[in-house]
């Protein structure tokens, strides 16, 4: 087939220079009874069209989220990407070598690398990031692993105004390694009384800001609670865009930010690859997850980049590693680190400006429907409203009109009648103000 | 008849050549390139945005109050900056890259297109289900494919690497013990396992075990039967091992963990040499993650993005973290939630938001409906007569410490026949690279002196083989003519020279740090 370039020729040629007479003699030690004679149950070699075809007609039956209005956000967001982004990850330098384990061959790697952690590191206003995790889930996962790592305490707390699906990772994660997991009831009024909840046995303490309800939570107080009782606060964001117009978790006092960095240079793509962004301070680097890269000098005194401090890593400390995490996001933050680099500081403020005026044109549209009732005081791009019905009715009534209109709750938090009527919507650059039109005179109808 | 003679076209007789000192530093093609903070400013963009609307703000007190300090650069300077930084890396489609147990094989352009189709690049993970039927259906068609080639019972695709499947797996058997009642505290792994095995059992609070390999290199039954007890959750075996080699004893081992009531997690991050010629699920395995970035050939991207699936035993399946697939009346559904869920169904959480590396999802799938059931049988065929191709015809110069059995797609070398040159595993690596070859796997697997770890693949012609090979011995022989030079100052022709680990390692700078003001500086 196309992709293999030995002919039978050339496999008779090996097989006679390895001197073996057929390539089975080479399987020898698998078991005999457990080799396969014939092929496998699945359909035999295909040419690129008959694959176009097949994989066109399943992308077919999405509906993509250019194609309609589109206020679905909850952690992924759909957002312009310029065309070179695109392009330039696509590079065979990039797009196809490995993790940089020889820095003489890797230096592109590696410099972008060093780049995104210093990108990373501002954004969140903290000194030092990691090369980047899986995802902001994951991600949050470990930091509540470093924490207690970094206290010796092993009970996180976390705010109800965190993603439910963020919950659900730290909460098994915490079950299967043995920690306490206390999580706060959801908080879709940004009412919670989190100070109560820290106390000497806590690790840390773990909140969403803009909250996945929307709300831009002051963490201070809870930074210098925790602070006052040992505990670390673990910030979380997970629209980056939000950093061009709010305060930095760093400048309020965190001691560990994750996020999801999908909204720089990466598609939506049903729900990944993503890239998580993992920041921290100075004095907490030896307990960092993840890979590492820093500078330093080649034997010829040029500037050069190294993956680092490896000594906190699984092929080198093995059992005592930690985290497990290998492979991770590289040309995910590749895609994040071009993005950032092409708005800049003046971009990405405009860009978080427009993102925010855009949802409170979304807000103030749907706010004047009847018997829709808008729950933000504060928001950046996303905002929860209150339905007079159960919200996941209404966002397929409102799909059968072609408009995909938000998440309800419910699709995150089953199982919670009280918030079965509440919906979260989001708006972005890439809303227009017929989306917004579209949207508000659908729900009115529906209603 | 025009101006023939207007220009040379012969070059004058050369002298041989000598690294010349340019002014810039740049040679040639080969060009420096600074950092994005040293070039940029923050007033310049490369993307041109609307002014914002006027509206008032909801951002109450929270608006930025300091800059942040990010330079940014017009889209021609960003193009030319990536694009110089790309040409200081090593990739596939530049060249034979035999990095062991890494699986760089080519990475079909058709994938790549096909991950950017709108109804695959532009769906958003949380959109009414109603209007992403097509992506649980090819989330089921990737899982049908799985399955049937491991011969396993159920799948959970959401881990987003190797490294996750294995918690993921792992996390299901300690679900499972759970719900029988148990508790055990061991899991048993080989000394040449990744370092992933270990720091995974380790994560979830597992006391790791080491199982010592016997002479061959391959994992002796009988020593996993002593230290097997009713306090081991698992044995994490990878098979193909790490030495490229496949446990022939693999069998026994299974029904032997078995019967202590322990399960047996296989890495399947070798899968790829035994596609088509036997299924995991007939060899004894509870749970297996699958590398889509290895063995069907999802791009590495310089670190990622992975993707690792765990096939799971039917005794594990019930414990498959959220979400998963079910099949009713033979449409496919996405269980995202506990609400709901059959009394069968009881999973032991989530492993990540939304649903994992669709991205990768559609390359694999692109890649195995490409080869079908005979394209995926040759190409773990052609791997595996590669590698031994490679070992037999550097055997007599290289020492093969399990030489003595075939081995899968990757041939394992120690450093004995470098004794005495002054050369070791690193210094022949980096001379490697001065001859336009990426190293392989170089101290790893840890069970043999000064490991080199050769994993040619199946997209190598022969002629690219031979060259390969012909490049190897070269140097196998200049180093026993004792041209250490050569090895010892290498790389000489790469983008940078030997790097300074250490010092990286004893001051890190992880991050740019903004020069001081001239007066300040002057303090
Ligand atoms: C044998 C083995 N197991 C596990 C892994 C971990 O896989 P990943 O890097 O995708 O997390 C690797 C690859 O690095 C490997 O080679």
């Known amino acids: 087939m196309r992709y293999h370039p030995l002919t039978d020729h050339d496999r008779a040629h090996m097989r006679a220079t390895i001197g073996v007479g057929a390539v089975d003699q080479l399987f020898s030690d698998v078991p005999r009874d457990k080799l396969l004679s014939g092929l496998l149950d699945l359909p035999t070699t295909k040419s690129e069209l008959e694959v176009e075809r097949l994989m066109g007609r399943m992308a077919a039956r999405n509906v993509a989220a250019g194609s309609v209005p589109f206020f679905v956000g909850a952690g992924a967001y759909r957002h312009h990407v310029p065309a070179s982004v695109d392009h330039l990850i696509q590079r065979s330098e990039f797009l196809t070598s490995y993790t940089p384990y020889q820095p003489e061959i890797a230096q592109g790697t590696l410099q972008v690398l060093f780049e995104f952690q210093s990108q990373v590191g501002r954004l969140t206003g903290m000194e030092v990031a990691n090369a980047g995790m899986y995802d902001g889930s994951t991600g949050c996962g470990e930091a509540v692993l470093m924490a207690h790592r970094l206290t010796r305490r092993n009970k996180a707390v976390l705010s109800g105004t965190l993603h439910p699906q963020y919950r659900a990772v730290v909460e098994t994660l915490g079950r299967m390694a043995g920690d306490t997991v206390e999580a706060l009831p959801p908080d879709p009024e940004a009412t919670e009384d989190i100070l109560a909840r820290i106390d000497g046995q806590t690790a840390c303490v773990v909140v969403q800001s803009p909250s996945v309800y929307g709300h831009l939570i002051d963490l201070a107080p809870i930074a210098e609670k925790a602070h006052a009782v040992g505990a670390l606060l673990v910030a979380v964001v997970t629209e980056v865009v939000a950093l061009g117009a709010i305060e930095p978790p760093g400048a309020q006092g965190a001691d560990i930010v994750v996020g999801e960095g999908q909204s720089l240079g990466n598609p939506l793509g049903f729900g990944g690859p993503y890239v998580g962004l993992f920041a921290t301070r100075e004095k907490f680097i030896r307990q960092l997850p993840g890979r590492l890269c820093g500078e330093t000098v080649d034997a010829d005194g040029k500037r050069g980049f190294v993956l680092t401090l490896s000594t906190r890593e699984q092929h080198i400390r093995r059992d005592k590693a930690t985290s497990n995490i290998c492979t991770s996001s590289g040309l995910c933050a590749l895609a994040f680190s071009i993005h950032a680099t092409l708005l800049g500081e003046a971009g990405l403020t405009r860009l978080a400006a427009i993102n925010h005026a855009s949802a409170a044109a979304t807000a103030d549209a749907l706010a004047a429907v009847p018997g829709v009732k808008v729950l933000n005081d504060t928001f950046f791009n996303e905002f929860t409203v209150r339905l007079p019905g159960d919200a996941a009715a209404i966002v397929e009534k409102l799909a059968a009109k072609g408009i995909i209109a938000g998440v309800p709750m419910s699709r995150l938090e089953p199982g919670r009648p009280e918030l079965a009527d509440l919906l979260l919507v989001a708006a972005t650059e890439t809303t227009t103000d017929d989306d917004r039109a579209a949207f508000a005179a659908a729900l009115a109808e529906v209603l | ?523």
């Not at chain 2, 000598?18 to 530093?25: L, R």
């Not at chain 2, 079909?108 to 993970?125: C, K, S, T």
């Not at chain 2, 396992?193 to 006391?207: D, E, I, R, S, V």
């Not at chain 2, 049988?377 to 007569?385: K, N, P, T």
């Open chain 2, 1 to 523: 008849m025009m101006n023939t003679q207007g220009r040379p076209t012969r070059p004058a007789e050369a002298e041989a050549a000598t690294p010349v000192a340019t002014f810039t530093g740049n040679r040639g093609l080969q060009i420096e390139e600074a950092l994005i903070f040293e070039i940029g400013r923050p007033d310049v963009s490369g993307v041109d945005l609307p002014p914002a609307p006027k509206a008032a703000s909801r951002l109450g007190k929270h608006a930025r109050r300091a800059p942040l300090g990010l330079p940014g650069l017009t889209e021609p300077e960003a193009v030319r900056h990536y694009v110089r930084l790309s040409r200081q890396n090593y990739a596939i489609d530049l060249g034979l890259y035999p990095l062991g147990s890494c699986t760089m094989k080519h990475n079909p352009r058709l994938n790549e297109a096909m991950v950017r189709l709108a109804g695959f690049a532009d769906i958003h993970p949380l959109q009414p289900l109603s209007t992403v039927k097509g992506a649980v259906q090819l989330m089921q068609e990737l899982s049908h494919w799985l399955l049937t080639m491991t011969g396993m019972a159920a799948v959970a695709l959401s881990p987003k690497a190797g490294a996750h499947g294995e918690l993921c797996g792992m996390m299901a058997i300690k679900a499972a013990l759970a719900a029988r009642g148990e508790s055990r505290s061991i899991v048993l792994v080989p000394e040449s396992a990744h370092g992933t095995n270990p720091a995974t059992a380790a994560q979830l609070g597992y006391k790791v075990v080491p199982v010592p390999a016997r002479e061959d290199g391959t994992v002796d039954p009988a020593a996993v039967k002593a230290l097997l007890s009713p306090d081991v959750a698992a044995i994490m075996l990878t098979n193909p091992n790490t030495c490229g080699l496949f446990e022939r004893d693999i069998v026994e081992i299974a029904e032997a963990v078995h019967a202590a009531g322990a399960f047996f997690y296989g890495d399947g991050a070798n899968f790829n040499a035994i596609v088509g010629k036997v299924r995991p699920g007939d060899l004894g395995v509870d749970a297996m993650h699958i590398n889509l970035h290895k063995t069907f050939s999802t791009p590495h991207g310089g670190g990622g993005p992975g993707s690792g699936p765990v096939v799971l035993s039917k005794a594990l399946a019930p414990f498959a973290p959220l979400p998963f697939i079910r099949l009713d009346a033979g449409e496919p559904v996405l269980v995202e939630t506990e609400e709901g869920l059959a009394e069968a169904e009881t999973p032991f959480g989530r492993l990540t938001a939304f649903h994992g590396q669709m991205g990768m999802y559609v390359r694999a799938l692109a890649y195995m409906l490409a080869h079908g059931a005979d394209g995926l049988r040759q190409a773990s065929e052609d791997a595996v007569l590669s590698a031994n191709y490679v070992k037999a015809r550097l055997s007599d110069l290289f020492n093969a410490p399990y030489g003595g059995r075939p081995c899968m797609h990757e041939v394992l070398f120690d450093d004995s026949s470098l004794e005495g040159t002054g050369v070791s595993t690193l210094d022949f690596a980096k001379a490697m690279i001065d001859e336009g070859y990426h190293p392989m796997t170089m101290y790893f697997p840890l069970v043999v002196h000064g490991a080199m770890l050769i994993e040619p693949t199946e997209s190598e012609s022969l002629a690219s083989l031979d060259l390969f090979i012909a490049t190897l011995r070269d140097l196998a022989m200049a180093a026993k003519a004792g041209d250490t030079e050569r090895f010892r100052q290498a790389p000489r022709l790469a983008p940078r020279r030997r790097l300074d680990e250490t010092r990286a390692a004893r001051s890190p700078r992880l991050s740019w740090k903004d020069p001081l003001p001239a007066a300040e500086a002057a303090e």
